[in-house]
């Protein structure tokens, strides 16, 4: 017997939820992913099951673009107001974060696993599969990518691979991996072959051409991790225009790297999204 009870009880912990009390009018699921064990988040409103709901798929921020990151309890502000304006928001462990316990195993082995997950597409998409699966009146037919800082860069990553992409929103992302890698990048390349393929190759400055879908991108102008990047940013938004495609460019003075994101990126972007969805 038992086998038979720790089997039930795999399934119920498996397909069951936790509820965030974040907000009164906001759900918050969770899920695991049992290809890599990471965590899901879905949010919904309330009300979720009397309408189709448009999704919002992010990241968590805060890796250095060659690992992954957990998701924690400081993204959910991050995720809330999307929720509160009618979406179902998809968050995820993007697979690979880095090692509590710093063993050169441990961290060859985080580097080897957000490699091979194509730096959280593949976590991505599993994330968008799971929840459907869980939530028939989720809208795959309207997804909507965001992220913040590295989880921009995915951001900007997913619109390019995902299929079916309605809009990428990227609040101060790295737009060119190939520069804000360059010192590691040959060790990488040694230790892990997809390397390039995961995190070079689809550096966001250089597939402006899979870019058919409206894109926002955001940055404050005393946001101290955007030094070095202005180049980055002054030639993506050229290739853009060069090439007529879609990018609406927000730069704020003020809020840094994150709070600027809080108090006017996320409020920006939504207002773009009604205008989006109107058309």
């Known amino acids: 017997m038992k086998y038979p009870i720790l ?25 695991i992913n049992p290809k890599t064990n990471g965590r899901i988040w879905v949010y919904l409103p309330n009300d979720y099951q009397k309408k189709t709901l448009p999704i919002i798929l992010v990241a968590p921020a805060g890796s250095r673009m060659f690992h992954g990151m957990d998701l924690s309890e400081g993204d959910t502000p ?34 080897n696993h957000f490699v091979a997950r194509g730096g959280g597409v593949h976590d991505a998409r599993d994330a968008l599969r799971i929840a459907k699966k869980q939530f028939k009146n989720i809208n795959l037919n309207e997804v909507y990518v965001a992220g913040h800082s590295s989880a921009g860069t995915i951001s900007l990553m997913l619109a390019q691979q995902l299929p079916n992409i309605k809009a990428a929103i990227a609040y101060a992302p790295v737009i060119d991996t190939d520069a804000y890698l ?11 072959p997809l390397f390039r393929k995961s995190l070079i190759d689809a550096s966001p400055h250089k597939n402006i ?36 495609l879609s990018l609406t460019y927000k730069q704020v003075k003020n809020g840094g790297h994150y709070q600027s994101m809080i108090d006017e990126g996320i409020p920006f972007a939504i207002n773009w999204l009604k205008v989006l969805r109107k058309k």
């Open 182 to 192: 360059a010192e590691i990048t040959p060790a990488l390349e040694k230790g892990f």
């Open 7 to 31: 089997l039930i009880l795999f399934f119920i912990s498996f397909f069951s939820f936790v509820e965030s009390e974040t907000s009164e009018d906001v759900l918050r699921k969770e899920f």
């Open 78 to 111: 991050e995720h809330i107001p999307y929720v509160k304006e009618g979406f179902a928001v998809i968050s995820f462990d993007v697979s690979g974060p880095w090692p509590k316990i710093e063993t050169n195993l441990n961290i060859y082995s985080a580097i």
């Open 209 to 244: 051409d899979k870019y058919t879908m409206p894109v926002f991108l955001f940055v404050a102008e005393d946001d101290g991790h955007m030094e070095g990047q202005e180049e980055s940013y002054e030639t993506f938004r050229k290739s853009f225009q060069k090439s007529g």
